[in-house]
Protein backbone atom coordinates (compact mmCIF):
# COMPACT_ATOMS: atom_id res chain seq x y z
CA UNK A 1 0.00 0.00 0.00
CA UNK A 2 1.12 3.25 -0.39
CA UNK A 3 -1.46 5.71 1.04
CA UNK A 4 -3.88 6.52 3.52
CA UNK A 5 -7.20 8.57 3.69
CA UNK A 6 -8.00 10.04 6.78
CA UNK A 7 -11.84 8.29 8.13
CA UNK A 8 -13.42 11.83 7.57
CA UNK A 9 -12.85 11.47 3.81
CA UNK A 10 -14.68 7.96 3.85
CA UNK A 11 -17.95 7.23 3.43
CA UNK A 12 -18.71 3.18 3.81
CA UNK A 13 -21.57 1.68 2.08
CA UNK A 14 -23.63 -0.59 4.17
CA UNK A 15 -23.77 -4.23 2.06
CA UNK A 16 -24.58 -5.80 5.30
CA UNK A 17 -27.98 -7.84 5.78
CA UNK A 18 -30.66 -6.09 7.24
CA UNK A 19 -32.09 -2.93 8.46
CA UNK A 20 -30.57 -0.23 11.07
CA UNK A 21 -32.78 1.16 13.70
CA UNK A 22 -32.03 3.36 16.53
CA UNK A 23 -30.31 1.85 19.97
CA UNK A 24 -32.86 0.76 22.03
CA UNK A 25 -31.56 3.70 24.58
CA UNK A 26 -29.10 6.58 24.89
CA UNK A 27 -25.69 5.52 23.36
CA UNK A 28 -22.87 8.23 24.08
CA UNK A 29 -19.96 5.53 23.51
CA UNK A 30 -20.04 2.52 20.63
CA UNK A 31 -16.92 0.92 22.30
CA UNK A 32 -17.92 0.71 25.90
CA UNK A 33 -18.56 -2.85 27.47
CA UNK A 34 -22.04 -1.69 28.95
CA UNK A 35 -23.50 -1.80 25.66
CA UNK A 36 -21.67 -5.05 24.53
CA UNK A 37 -18.74 -4.02 22.64
CA UNK A 38 -15.76 -6.37 23.28
CA UNK A 39 -17.11 -8.62 25.50
CA UNK A 40 -17.11 -12.90 25.98
CA UNK A 41 -20.71 -13.29 25.51
CA UNK A 42 -23.04 -11.48 23.50
CA UNK A 43 -25.68 -9.01 24.73
CA UNK A 44 -27.51 -8.79 20.87
CA UNK A 45 -28.02 -10.85 17.90
CA UNK A 46 -25.46 -11.26 15.48
CA UNK A 47 -25.84 -9.02 12.21
CA UNK A 48 -28.03 -6.67 14.71
CA UNK A 49 -27.39 -2.70 13.28
CA UNK A 50 -28.11 0.31 14.66
CA UNK A 51 -27.42 3.77 13.53
CA UNK A 52 -26.40 7.30 14.87
CA UNK A 53 -26.81 10.39 14.02
CA UNK A 54 -23.11 12.37 14.21
CA UNK A 55 -23.83 16.12 14.67
CA UNK A 56 -20.56 17.66 14.02
CA UNK A 57 -20.53 20.00 16.79
CA UNK A 58 -16.84 20.85 17.18
CA UNK A 59 -17.63 20.80 21.26
CA UNK A 60 -18.61 17.26 21.37
CA UNK A 61 -14.79 16.11 19.96
CA UNK A 62 -12.86 19.48 19.98
CA UNK A 63 -12.75 19.66 16.43
CA UNK A 64 -15.38 19.86 13.41
CA UNK A 65 -16.31 16.88 11.59
CA UNK A 66 -18.92 15.26 8.91
CA UNK A 67 -22.62 15.26 9.98
CA UNK A 68 -24.58 12.57 9.27
CA UNK A 69 -25.48 9.35 9.72
CA UNK A 70 -23.54 6.07 10.44
CA UNK A 71 -24.45 2.35 10.62
CA UNK A 72 -23.00 0.05 13.20
CA UNK A 73 -23.64 -3.39 13.09
CA UNK A 74 -22.55 -6.43 15.81
CA UNK A 75 -19.80 -9.14 14.78
CA UNK A 76 -17.88 -11.23 16.23
CA UNK A 77 -14.21 -11.44 16.31
CA UNK A 78 -12.30 -14.63 14.78
CA UNK A 79 -10.33 -16.81 16.91
CA UNK A 80 -7.01 -15.16 15.82
CA UNK A 81 -7.59 -11.31 15.30
CA UNK A 82 -5.35 -10.18 18.09
CA UNK A 83 -2.59 -12.00 15.68
CA UNK A 84 -0.23 -10.99 12.39
CA UNK A 85 -2.67 -8.45 10.35
CA UNK A 86 -4.67 -7.31 14.40
CA UNK A 87 -8.26 -6.10 14.69
CA UNK A 88 -7.05 -2.41 16.00
CA UNK A 89 -9.18 0.61 15.08
CA UNK A 90 -9.66 2.00 11.82
CA UNK A 91 -8.24 -1.54 10.54
CA UNK A 92 -10.75 -3.07 8.13
CA UNK A 93 -12.15 -6.77 8.58
CA UNK A 94 -13.96 -9.19 6.09
CA UNK A 95 -15.80 -12.22 7.04
CA UNK A 96 -13.77 -14.86 8.36
CA UNK A 97 -12.98 -18.39 7.07
CA UNK A 98 -14.81 -19.75 3.70
CA UNK A 99 -18.09 -19.20 3.13
CA UNK A 100 -19.81 -22.46 2.07
CA UNK A 101 -22.77 -24.85 2.42
CA UNK A 102 -23.13 -26.11 5.67
CA UNK A 103 -20.65 -23.87 7.35
CA UNK A 104 -21.83 -22.91 10.52
CA UNK A 105 -25.02 -20.45 10.82
CA UNK A 106 -23.17 -17.92 12.50
CA UNK A 107 -19.86 -17.62 10.22
CA UNK A 108 -21.05 -14.65 8.27
CA UNK A 109 -21.10 -12.67 11.30
CA UNK A 110 -17.52 -13.54 12.45
CA UNK A 111 -15.18 -11.13 10.76
CA UNK A 112 -11.19 -11.22 10.71
CA UNK A 113 -8.65 -8.07 10.00
CA UNK A 114 -5.68 -10.51 8.46
CA UNK A 115 -6.59 -11.61 4.53
CA UNK A 116 -4.82 -15.01 4.82
CA UNK A 117 -7.50 -16.33 6.69
CA UNK A 118 -9.99 -15.91 4.24
CA UNK A 119 -11.58 -16.26 0.98
CA UNK A 120 -14.07 -13.15 1.48
CA UNK A 121 -11.66 -10.15 1.18
CA UNK A 122 -14.02 -8.73 -2.17
CA UNK A 123 -17.11 -10.06 -1.02
CA UNK A 124 -18.13 -6.38 -0.71
CA UNK A 125 -18.61 -7.02 3.04
CA UNK A 126 -16.29 -4.65 5.18
CA UNK A 127 -16.09 -2.88 8.66
CA UNK A 128 -13.79 -0.54 10.62
CA UNK A 129 -13.15 -1.72 13.98
CA UNK A 130 -13.93 0.78 15.82
CA UNK A 131 -11.35 -0.67 18.88
CA UNK A 132 -8.69 -3.41 18.87
CA UNK A 133 -10.86 -6.60 19.41
CA UNK A 134 -10.21 -9.65 21.51
CA UNK A 135 -9.87 -13.54 19.70
CA UNK A 136 -13.71 -14.53 19.54
CA UNK A 137 -14.97 -11.50 21.71
CA UNK A 138 -18.76 -9.49 20.68
CA UNK A 139 -18.37 -6.31 19.76
CA UNK A 140 -19.75 -3.42 17.26
CA UNK A 141 -18.21 -2.44 14.10
CA UNK A 142 -19.03 0.70 11.76
CA UNK A 143 -20.30 -0.58 8.73
CA UNK A 144 -21.72 2.81 7.12
CA UNK A 145 -22.43 6.39 6.30
CA UNK A 146 -20.00 9.24 8.00
CA UNK A 147 -17.28 8.09 10.14
CA UNK A 148 -18.50 7.88 13.57
CA UNK A 149 -15.66 10.08 15.61
CA UNK A 150 -18.36 11.37 17.87
CA UNK A 151 -19.51 8.06 19.58
CA UNK A 152 -15.92 5.70 18.97
CA UNK A 153 -13.43 7.25 21.57
CA UNK A 154 -10.41 5.21 19.47
CA UNK A 155 -11.17 7.19 16.71
CA UNK A 156 -10.32 11.22 15.98
CA UNK A 157 -10.96 13.16 12.56
CA UNK A 158 -7.06 12.44 12.21
CA UNK A 159 -7.47 8.76 11.89
CA UNK A 160 -6.50 7.16 8.69
CA UNK A 161 -7.38 3.80 6.77
CA UNK A 162 -4.89 2.47 4.30
CA UNK A 163 -5.22 2.98 0.63
CA UNK A 164 -2.98 2.05 -2.53
CA UNK A 165 -2.31 5.47 -3.63
CA UNK A 166 -5.07 5.69 -6.35
CA UNK A 167 -8.37 7.04 -4.65
CA UNK A 168 -9.20 10.35 -5.95
CA UNK A 169 -12.07 12.47 -5.16
CA UNK A 170 -15.63 11.80 -5.56
CA UNK A 171 -14.34 8.00 -6.20
CA UNK A 172 -16.20 4.76 -5.69
CA UNK A 173 -13.86 2.48 -3.78
CA UNK A 174 -13.52 -1.05 -3.39
CA UNK A 175 -10.66 -3.38 -1.73
CA UNK A 176 -7.29 -4.48 -2.08
CA UNK A 177 -4.96 -6.54 -0.60
CA UNK A 178 -1.54 -6.05 0.42
CA UNK A 179 0.46 -8.22 3.01
CA UNK A 180 -2.29 -9.82 3.82
CA UNK A 181 -3.77 -6.22 5.08
CA UNK A 182 -7.48 -4.75 3.44
CA UNK A 183 -6.66 -1.55 2.34
CA UNK A 184 -8.71 0.52 -0.68
CA UNK A 185 -8.49 1.34 -4.07
CA UNK A 186 -10.41 3.24 -6.54
CA UNK A 187 -13.14 0.73 -8.21
CA UNK A 188 -11.62 0.26 -11.29
CA UNK A 189 -14.18 0.23 -14.53
CA UNK A 190 -15.95 -2.56 -15.08
CA UNK A 191 -14.16 -4.23 -11.65
CA UNK A 192 -16.44 -7.29 -10.67
CA UNK A 193 -15.43 -6.39 -7.09
CA UNK A 194 -18.34 -4.50 -5.06
CA UNK A 195 -17.75 -1.19 -3.94
CA UNK A 196 -17.80 -0.33 0.03
CA UNK A 197 -17.70 3.07 0.18
CA UNK A 198 -16.53 6.28 -1.82
CA UNK A 199 -14.01 8.73 -0.80
CA UNK A 200 -14.78 12.39 -0.44
CA UNK A 201 -11.02 13.63 -1.29
CA UNK A 202 -7.87 12.38 -2.81
CA UNK A 203 -5.72 9.90 -0.56
CA UNK A 204 -2.93 11.59 0.81
CA UNK A 205 -5.50 13.94 2.79
Given at each position: ????????GL??????????????????????????????????????KW??????????????????????????????????????????????????????????YV???????????????????????????????????????????????????????????????????????????????????????????????
Open positions: MADTLTVQILHDNWPGTPTPPPFPVVNMEAAAIGHNIVAPMWKLGTELYCKGDAASVGVAYNIGWSTFIYLKAAPDIETATAGAATVLCVPDATLGAGAAANLLVVADISNTTHENSGLVVMCLSAPTNSYYGWYWCGGVCPVEYCPSLTTASTVITDGSVVASCEVSTIIDSDTVGLRAQATNSQTPGVGYALYVDGT
